[in-house]
């Protein structure tokens, strides 16, 4: 048995598997969202741009997307979340904003996707603990940044 404490990133992506575990293409769906977000924000960032990442990326947004029952099913309740995730991860790169807002990719798509699945029980189920995580990689990713801003 593996005694090590996990990272925030692998307790959170099983938090979502455990969620999404009975609803096709969610979590694959959610991974590729997840993906794409990491590619931009290298981009912005400057930083060395995975080529096997952005490959992937690009297949799953040209191809998997437009055919995961997920996405076509849930799309038209998704997209203003998504819309407003990139809102809120723009912002949050302007001067003095707070940097959080850049993890509502972590927070919101997942609250909208536990309502989804199983309603206001499930958010109350699930958030709280994606909520600390997402917390807890905004303060790896500004340990290992060294705090951009």
Same mark, same amino acid.
């Given at each position: 048995m %593996?005694?090590?404490?996990? %990272?925030? =990133?692998?307790? &959170?992506?099983?938090i979502?598997?455990?969620?999404?575990?009975?609803? !096709?293409?969610?979590?694959?769906? @959610?991974?590729?969202?997840?993906?794409?977000?990491l590619?931009?924000d290298?981009?912005?960032?400057?930083d060395?741009?995975?080529?096997?990442?952005?490959?992937?990326? @690009?297949?799953?947004?040209?191809?998997?997307?437009?055919l =995961? !029952?997920?996405?076509?099913? =849930?799309?038209v309740?998704?997209?203003?979340?998504?819309? %407003?995730?990139?809102? $809120?991860?723009?912002?949050? =790169?302007?001067? %003095?904003? !707070?940097?959080?807002?850049?993890y509502?990719? &972590?927070?919101?798509?997942?609250?909208?996707? $536990? @309502?989804?699945?199983?309603?206001?029980?499930?958010? *109350?189920? &699930?958030? !709280?603990?994606?909520? *600390?995580? $997402?917390?807890?990689?905004?303060?790896?990713?500004?340990?290992?940044?060294g705090?951009?801003?």
């Open positions: %593996n005694t090590e404490p996990k %990272n925030a =990133n692998e307790e &959170y992506l099983e979502m598997r455990q969620l999404c575990q009975q609803t !096709p293409g969610s979590f694959e769906w @959610f991974s590729d969202l997840l993906e794409a977000g590619v931009w290298h981009i912005v960032d400057g060395t741009l995975d080529v096997a990442m952005a490959d992937r990326v @690009f297949v799953a947004l040209v191809t998997r997307w437009p =995961n !029952p997920w996405w076509t099913r =849930n799309a309740v998704l997209v203003p979340v998504l819309i %407003n995730a990139i809102s $809120a991860w723009r912002w949050s =790169n302007q001067k %003095n904003a !707070p940097k959080d807002r850049a509502d990719i &972590y927070t919101e798509v997942p609250a909208t996707m $536990a @309502f989804l699945i199983g309603g206001q029980a499930a958010v *109350d189920h &699930y958030l !709280p603990r994606l909520r *600390d995580l $997402a917390q807890a990689r905004l303060i790896e990713d500004e340990q290992e940044d705090g951009k801003k």
